[in-house]
Structure formats: C-alpha cells, structure tokens
C-alpha cells in the first residue's frame, strides 16, 4: 500500500509540475491524486471507522485554511475593486525596477511577520499589478515577493503557519525565535534581492495605463476600504490572541466587517453603480480554480502523513544522517516538494520536548528551515501556490529564473544562523 501511495503521488506532483506541456489543470492532477490515494489507503485497510475519522480531521484542518485564503482573497479583491492599493501605488514614485524591487522585497518581509506569508503574497501581488504593465517583468516580482514572505513569515511566531505549530507547541518562544532567526532570514532575502535588482538595472517601471471615463469610487471610499481592509487582515493575528480561536474565524469576522462597511458607503447609490464595489461581486473574481488545487494538495499529503510515510522518512533521516543541523537542512529542502505542515508535524513528533527545550538549536533552526525551504520551489510553500495563482507562474519558470536564487540565499541563511549560534552559545 505505502508504495502504491508514493507512485501516485509522485505521478501526480509530475503532472502539476508538467501542467502546461500536459495541458492538463494542475487543480484536476491534484483533486484525482487526492482522491486516488485516500481509496487506496480505505480500500488497504478496510478500517471504514479509522478512515472516515481521519478523513474528518483532515478535512477540518483543510477548511479552515481554505476559508483563511477565501476570507483574505475576497478581502484583497474588494479594495481593488474600490483602487484601495491606490494609496499606496501614489506614492511611490520611483521609475526603476532596480529600486522598485527592492522597495516590495522589504515591504513584504516585515508585513509577511505582522500578517502572515500567505496573506502578505495575496497583497503584495495584487499590488504589483497595479504597479506594472509586462506580465514578464511582474513575474520577477511575485518570485521575489514569495521568497521574501517565507523569510519574513519565519522569524515571526504568527508568519507562517509552520512557526504558529512551533509556538503554539511550546518549542519556540516569540522572542526566542526573533532573536535566533531575524539575521538569517534578512540575509535569506537580501541574497536573491541584490541579485535581482542587478539583473533589472535599467528597467524602468511601465505602469498600468490609467482607465478612461470617470472614476467610480471617490477618494473617501478608496482611503476607508483600504484602511478597513488592511486593519481587518492586521488584526487576525491580535484576535487569534485574544480569543485564542483559529485564524480563519479572524478572517472571517473582517470580511463580516469591510462587507458592512461597503453596503453601508454604498447604500445610496443605484444598483448598476454599487454592483462592480459588492462583495458578492468580488467573490465571483476569486481564482477558485487555485482554490480546489489547494484542497487537493493538502489532502493527498494528509494521506501521506496518516499513513505514516513522513513519520517514517523523518525517522529514517534520524537513524541515517544523525547530526540535527543537516537533517533540518533537509527537512527544508523537502518541504519544497512536500507541505512543510505534516513535516514539521513529524519532527515535532520525533523529538522529545523535556529533552529538546523551549528554543532549542533544534526548534529554532527547524523553524528558519522549514519556513524558507519551501520557496525553493513555486508549490513548495502557500506563499508560492497563491502567487502562483495570481500570477499564472509556470513550474518550470521559476525553477529556471527564481530557484537558483531561493536556494543561494537558504544557504547564505543558514551559514549565518550556525555561525550566531556558535558565537552566542
């Protein structure tokens, strides 16, 4: 059965990564591997009771990061349909990609902190379309923009959702893991930025042609949804520590919040003016397409995590390499290829917490790890996956133009993290 499991679920992360020469929808390559391995596994074990309570588990768990992404995509579409990112595209001002680029590489490594890595991507792409015209020069951008949401989401407690897992499970402290990882990660971005900006130098910015006809929404609306929208996304993190709920019901309750908001700003207008600024209007733009290839994914390695097939490969790793430093090292470069969730999940599982501390070399490497290893490949992260969506990134495109970069600067990162370790312990 185990090996039945991995064949399928390499044939089907080739057929995501082969998605554009198969022709075939990466959703489609995700839902069908999704829903082959977890027949497989029912039919193998005959356990219908097991099943179906694992299934469930797994499919809570699936939920609310899908209503987390729907909740902050919605949020995201709705103040671009107002030209909310307005407020920000004003004011910059600089005509070189070169600078530009460096501007939204800084920009998304310390929100990515504040918000998290995936909600940071939705915004940061959603900006970059306001800023440039090429689809080819965007592209350049939303590789940087992934690279630098995983380095800022790792050095935060709340920036990604491997970090969350950690912190919540008491192997990192909030400042413990500040201290250990902020200098890595800043030069796991800084790398592939200075490279970047190098290869742009001369580029200037072709900014979107500003539409004909009078504008829809006045200056007001434009500031309030902006303000609302981005507090409603900022305060996720403060409500998931106050109420100690789950991200998602965060989220939601924003999304509750901006759509009053926007029937109360709106209430006057005609149906024909107000329908383009609705929030019902904004959820038919959502790329539910990136949606499902997100449920597949997740599910099909819940199966592989149910079935003990990543316990079984972290343990091996143990009894193999040995030495932590270059098992977490490797953890990292395979959660480019598989979700660093179920991973961490195994590694946390591996290692004993009376043994390993509270901000161990072991937790705070493997948080730096598992949070910058997934850039290294487009799917390898949540950030990557939205971008990926957003932008209609090609697999092999990134692999050709961004991976090379992603993985000089977790090198670099890593060098750094075990040479502070050295000096401060």
Known sequence: MHTLLIVVFVLAYSAIAFEHRLRVNKSASALLGAGMMWTIYAVATGNHHLITEQLNENLAATAQIIFFLLGAMTIVELVDSHDGFEVITSRITTTSQSVLIVLIGLVTFFLSAMLDNLTTTIVMVSLTKKLLDNHDDRL?????????????????????VTTTMLWIGGQISSMGVVKSVFLASAVNLGIPLIFVSFMLRGKTVGKKAEPAGPEITTKFERNLMFTVGLGSLIMVP????????????GILCGLGV?????????????????????????????????????????????????THILGTLATWLNQTIGQQSIIVTVIGVISAIID???????????????????????????AFCAGTGGSLLIIGS????????????????????????AVLGYIAGILVFLAQFRLLN
């Not at 350049?140 to 990604?160: K, R, T």
């Not at 038919?284 to 995590?305: C, H, K, P």
């Not at 991973?343 to 009376?354: F, N, P, Q, R, T």
């Open 258 to 306: 901006l759509w009053l908001v926007g029937e109360l700003v709106h209430r006057h207008k005609s149906d024909e003016e107000k329908q383009p600024l609705t929030m019902v209007h904004a959820l038919t733009q959502i790329d539910m397409a990136s949606i499902i290839f997100f449920v597949g994914i997740l599910l099909a390695v819940a199966t592989l995590e149910d």
């Open 340 to 366: 660093n969730v179920p991973l961490v999940a195994a590694s946390m599982g591996m290692y004993d917490i009376h043994q390993f501390t509270t901000d161990n070399f072991l937790w705070t490497f493997l």
């Open 238 to 249: 403060v409500f998931k520590e106050i109420t100690h709920l789950p991200p998602f019901m």
């Open 140 to 160: 350049f951008f939303a590789g940087v923009i992934v690279i630098a949401a995983n380095a800022g989401g790792a050095w935060s407690p709340i920036g990604d």
């Open 382 to 405: 949540a950030a990557g996956v939205a971008a990926m969506g957003l932008e209609k990134i090609n697999f092999f495109w990134y692999v050709k133009k961004i991976s090379g970069l």
